[in-house]
């Protein structure tokens, strides 16, 4: 089997994960309308996450979060997303590179994006071969509650959205 130089399992997920930059940066904008919010998990051991220790104490691997009601001061750049939720009735910051990120879904839409979390952090480059900056922070909308009830079956999430993965595309 010939060696795959043009890297199209890489190219599909950064095309995927565009997908979710763009949708995050559109309601940091625009703000969220009707029925929409996004459930994101996202890997709290991953290289660049920034969330208070308290946080990353309760979820020391991974975290899901939800973008709905209660989120501030999201901002969205090339690399990933900051934003501040409310966590016991404080407001946290928290900013995730996009590479942290292993499922991001917009459940009234039917719509689930599901990543492989980028295990070794290597840092993206810009197109001119430097080294791109961290994600400026952003904060989302979701309480731990929120979180919790979600990630065990809560909620009035529609379970039969698409799922993309990219497994479909991977030789095994």
Not at 57 to 62: D, G, V
């Amino acid at each position: 089997m010939p060696e795959d130089y043009l890297q199209y399992e890489r190219l599909v997920e950064e095309a995927l994960r565009d997908v979710m930059r763009k949708a995050l940066d559109l309601v940091a904008r625009e703000g969220l309308e009707g029925e929409h919010y996004f459930h994101i998990t996202f890997r709290t051991d991953h290289p660049g996450v920034d969330i208070p220790a308290s946080l990353r104490r309760e979820y020391p691997s991974e975290m899901p979060v939800i973008l709905q009601n209660a989120y501030w001061d999201l901002e969205v750049g090339e690399l990933g997303f900051s934003v501040s939720l409310s966590f016991n009735r404080a407001r946290q910051r928290l900013t995730v590179p996009f590479d942290a990120i292993t499922v991001f879904q917009d459940p009234p839409a039917n719509f689930r994006l599901q990543f492989q979390a980028d295990e070794d952090g290597d840092a993206e480059e810009t197109p001119d071969g430097e080294a791109a900056e961290p994600p400026q922070p952003a904060e989302e909308r979701l309480t731990a509650d929120q979180a919790a009830d979600r990630e065990n079956g809560g909620g009035n999430e529609d379970k039969s959205g698409k799922v993309v993965t990219l497994d479909k595309f991977r030789n095994k």
